[in-house]
């Protein structure tokens, strides 16, 4: 299990831009394939992105590919969500997730940070 701590959420206008960090303990960040998730008020935990080891694959929800973008800096252990052309309906909790394989098995998860979108 890795710790991780995501930060960057906060109020922005739709149509704006946000950029989320999930910093990542240990020394073994690159071990793990790393997604994105949120989840709104009243609704059901969303995938949103995730990222392979190396940072080669990119995977997107259908709600968001071509708005948002994954990246991670496996030197500085940190995952990234930059989000454009933000929407209302994007508000909720993101938070970022830790797996060991490709097929979605995190074990691992942030404390969550708030990103509220207004119309």
């Known amino acids: 299990q890795v710790q991780l701590v995501e930060s960057g959420g906060g109020l922005v206008q739709a149509g704006g831009s946000l950029r989320l960090s999930c910093a990542a303990s240990?020394?073994?960040?690159?071990?793990?394939?790393m997604g994105w998730f949120r989840q709104a008020p009243g609704k059901e935990r969303e995938f949103v992105a995730a990222?392979?080891?190396?940072?080669?694959?990119?995977v997107y929800g259908d709600s968001v590919k071509g708005r948002f973008t994954i990246s991670r800096d496996n030197g500085k252990n940190t995952l990234y969500l930059q989000m454009n052309s933000l929407k209302p309906e994007d508000t909720g909790v993101y938070y970022c997730?830790?797996?060991?394989?490709?097929?979605?098995?995190?074990?691992?998860w942030g404390q969550g940070t708030q990103v509220t979108v207004s119309a």
């Open positions: 997730a830790a797996s060991s394989t490709w097929k979605g098995d995190y074990d691992s």
């Open positions: 240990g020394r073994t960040f690159s071990s793990y394939v």
């Open positions: 990222i392979s080891w190396s940072g080669d694959t990119r």
